[in-house]
């Protein structure tokens, strides 16, 4: 799919008058259309699915287990380091007793997401113990 950058036009919409968020930088395809440059935005089309459908299901399972959300109510961040080492270790040894590199992810997410909770003064700091 070929893509140029092309200037910077302001787009806005007719019913609302309001602007859309612009870059100032275009992708244009080769079939003639134009969207908004993605840099610095991610891409999550490169997310492997099969690591996204283990987390999900660690989510379901921990949901089922201790309730919905309950890990957003706050776990310190040395609990979500200890737990991804163990389940790392375990992984990289082939135990299969259950999704070890679904636990990795899980914790690595929680972890980033509760420090990120911590900072933003929605969790007490004394959850950040590391």
């Not at 935005?41 to 989510?59: H, N, Q």
């Not at 299969?96 to 929605?122: F, P």
């Amino acid at each position: 799919m070929a893509e140029s950058t092309m200037e910077k036009l302001p787009i806005s919409t007719a019913s609302s008058g309001s602007t859309l968020p612009d870059s100032g930088e275009r992708s244009e395809f080769s079939t003639g259309a134009v969207r908004d440059a993605m840099q610095g935005k991610g891409i999550p089309s490169l997310i492997p699915i099969d690591a996204l459908m283990a987390v999900a299901k660690r989510f379901e399972d921990g949901a089922t287990k201790y309730g919905r959300n309950n890990w957003k109510l706050g776990i310190p961040l040395s609990r979500y380091v200890d737990s991804l080492y163990r389940h790392l270790w375990a992984f990289m040894e082939g135990d299969e007793s259950e999704d070890h590199g679904g636990a990795v992810i899980w914790n690595a997410m929680c972890l980033y997401q509760t420090k990120k909770l911590i900072d933003r003064g929605k969790l007490p700091n004394e959850l950040n113990d590391l």
